[in-house]
């Protein structure tokens, strides 16, 4: 096995002391999918609101949390039996979720010039890496002038350039 993937099971090995406390104490493989995405939240609000330095630590210690959360809901299910469907689609979607959190955070706040209660939400969410600014970037302000066109005439552009 090549790549990070080949640290999953080290990793998961790891964590089993953790993982075994979890199942004592019969904690919902859910809640840990939910904590998942909470410590993704963290860390884009580190990276939103922290000046670059002092981000790094609070964002490594919330990532690490992140993907400890993320290898443990699934473990978990399996190992209290306690595996649906619905749980598999909540993972999946907290998964997602946590991976879009973190760029947008990069992308807002103080230091970029926007912010997530600016007049530019989308511009704002999709910035740094989340989205092709090119097809996702906000207009300035309501009303800014018609979308751009380009290649087919029956394939507009999806979104108007801000200054």
Request: charged share 20%; aromatic share 4%; net charge positive.
């Amino acid at each position: 096995m090549n790549g990070l993937y080949a640290l999953k099971p080290w990793y998961a090995d790891r964590l089993s002391g953790v993982r075994a406390t979890l199942v004592r104490r019969e904690v919902s493989p859910d809640t840990l999918t939910a904590a998942g995405v909470a410590s993704a939240a963290g860390a884009a609000a580190a990276l939103a609101w922290l000046p670059t330095g002092p981000a790094a630590l609070p964002v490594a210690v919330l990532l690490a949390a992140r993907l400890a959360f993320a290898n443990l809901d699934g473990a978990l299910a399996r190992e209290t039996g306690r595996t649906t469907r619905r749980g598999a689609v909540l993972d999946e979607l907290g998964d997602r979720a946590a991976d879009l959190l973190v760029p947008a955070g990069g992308g807002c706040g103080p230091r970029s010039g926007t912010s997530w209660h600016s007049r530019e939400p989308r511009r704002c969410a999709t910035s740094r890496g989340t989205a092709s600014r090119s097809r996702c970037t906000a207009p300035r302000r309501a009303g800014s002038g018609p979308g751009r066109r380009s290649g087919s005439p029956r394939r507009p552009r999806r979104a108007v350039h801000g200054p």
